[in-house]
């Protein structure tokens, strides 16, 4: 469990870093598919299928010990959706200034929102 | 070129086929279907990829529903004054859509200038860089289905990036599986290619791959 823990918050720790061009948009897929790893780790055991990182996320929160556990990271899935859909778009070429600050804006509240979901490990 | 350029996953019921797609998708002034479907070695469950041109993105003249049902609209979005810049004209996705696409709707005229660029060879080296980052740096963290799905994807770019460098269309992903999985030469080239820079030089290693004696006819 300690392990796990770990891993998470390696991963969260991470999800600090800025993006701030288009290939740390692309970047950062690998490190929500991580996020979710090693969530899954923790609460869903395993992976299966081919779910996407914002779905994992999804699945976890229903493990939470609380809601508001639940919430924050129904809320985080959401924000990894829209991570994931902003990087897609820089597999093809490279994004604008201003998709790319929006990237770096949804990364930002995604990080407050886990250092949040964090909390619980020290409860 | 990602100025305007929108990727959407639409999720749509009921048999779909070019008509129903031209029909439905009618408001765009071009629709071109690309990918395997194109090929026609799409197999069961199969998105089918959509390139749209029009003013407004699908998303206001399409309803959205979940994904998870039963097909996948896998659209690539374009406004018409992107179609005739060098930076689309030269890129991947204009050159296999000039070779593979089948036009819908519209008359796809601008596919006659679509070549490769090396642009979009750097691009590619840029693109396999970040996937060797994300696997050197979370390969220990990610899910097995996770990591497989990230050297999956690597694996296809260093396939498209030697193709790309030898000036040859880039085909769906499905034929480059097949490639994969029937043909060492593709295995060699693909080695070869990765060794060429320094930013794609790892890749081979991170799939496993040794350094295959070239297939000779004669011994």
Known sequence: ?123 | MARAIRRIKIGIHGSIGPERLSRDLSNFEEVILFGSRAAKVGRRGSDWDLLCVGKLPPRRVYAEKPIGSVSVLDVIWLPPEVLHTSEWLGSELANHVKHFGVVLRGAGEWREKAVTSEVAVVRKVRVISVRCRVILQYGSYLAPKYLEQHKRLLRRDLQRLDLLRKNVPVPPSVVLDDAWSSDANTRIAACETARMDLLTSRAPELLNLDYPAPITSAV
């Open chain 1, 1 to 123: 469990m300690a392990k796990s823990s770990d891993n998470i918050k390696k991963v969260i720790d991470d999800l600090g870093i800025d993006i701030s061009a288009s290939d740390d948009a692309m970047f950062v897929v690998g490190r929500l598919d991580a996020l979710a790893s090693t969530i899954a780790a923790r609460y869903l055991k395993r992976v299966t299928g081919q779910k996407a990182a914002d779905a994992v996320l999804r699945d976890a929160a229903q493990k939470q010990p609380n809601e508001k556990y639940t919430k924050l990271l129904k809320r985080a899935a959401s924000k990894v959706a829209a991570l994931e859909r902003i990087a897609e778009t820089a597999s093809y070429g490279e994004l604008r200034p201003d998709q790319i600050r929006r990237a770096n804006a949804v990364r930002s509240d995604l990080y407050d929102l886990m250092l949040k979901w964090l909390g619980q490990f020290d409860e």
